[in-house]
């Protein structure tokens, strides 16, 4: 299952959003009428969330779009796209060995030279971001976790909203390190005049593809791997155990 733009951003403020909150009522009525809201007016999609027309404006600014409009067009052209290959090979394969030999090719194809370079980045840094969307935000947590255990403090925010606002404000001064199995972490926000800002912190990111990444993404550290949904989140998590394991043999304080 290959997610697109506008479902992992939805999937993304279903999971960070408060059951309550306007933002998520927004979202699991649209998660669950997909079908239906190209016909739809901005007013009817108010009516039937109970909330006001503004309140739908500002879900789509919080989602980064522009419009209503935007946001109609975008749905009309993307949502969940299954491979039904995938699904059938999936049922002749064995979990537990695949998941196995996706972590031992993760961690047999990373530049190990790489990760020595981003542990001592961590070291030097005064303040450092980890982050990422849907599973990937499960690596960052992680990273967060076990550099506390090592005495150094890590900070992370699972909204994507929030991680972007963070990210954006940052300065030289910060390390920010991004786990996206896909590379694809900035295309779900338009960042346009705002590109020139994420020259200011230091950018890493975690990737299992060799597609070019955004001009201001200064180092990155990629794997290989089938590209297979579901081992995706368990490569993540392989290459940050190896950052943290680096991190502790540079600098040996606390043990794991």
């Known amino acids: 299952m290959i997610y697109d733009k506008i479902p992992v951003v939805f999937l993304s403020t279903l999971a960070s959003e408060k059951n309550d909150s306007t933002n998520k009522i927004i979202a699991e009525y ?4 997909q079908n ?11 009516a039937a ?4 027309t503004g309140s739908i404006s500002r879900f789509v600014r919080d989602i980064g779009l522009n419009d209503f409009s935007e946001l109609k067009m975008l749905l009309a052209d993307t949502f969940y796209r299954f491979d039904q290959a995938d699904e059938e090979q999936d049922l002749q394969q064995d979990q537990i060995d695949h998941i196995s030999r996706a972590i031992e090719q993760a961690v047999s194809s990373v530049d190990m030279r790489k990760v020595e370079k981003l542990a001592r980045d961590i070291h030097d840094y005064e303040q450092v971001y980890a982050c990422g969307m849907l599973k990937a935000q499960n ?10 255990m090592l005495g150094k403090h890590v900070s ?3 909204a994507y909203a929030d ?21 694809s972490y900035f295309d779900y926000q338009s960042f346009r005049a705002k590109e020139r800002h994420l020259l200011l912190p230091k950018i890493w990111m975690i990737c299992g593809t060799q597609r070019e990444l955004p001009w201001f993404v200064n180092d990155a550290i990629r794997f290989a791997s089938d590209g297979s949904q579901r081992s ?10 190896l ?11 606390k043990d794991l």
């Open 156 to 158: 992370t925010n699972v």
């Open 243 to 253: 950052i943290v394991q680096e991190y502790a043999r540079l600098f040996p304080g």
């Open 232 to 241: 995706h989140p368990f490569q993540l998590e392989a290459a940050e155990s």
């Open 163 to 183: 991680q972007i606002d963070h990210i954006l404000l940052a300065d030289k001064k910060d390390l920010i390190i991004i786990f996206s199995f896909t590379g």
């Open 30 to 33: 649209i998660l669950a009428h």
């Open 49 to 52: 969330c109970h909330v006001g």
């Open 139 to 148: 690596a960052a947590v992680d990273l967060q976790v076990d550099m506390r």
């Open 36 to 46: 239906e809201i190209h016909g739809i007016s901005i007013k009817e999609l108010a």
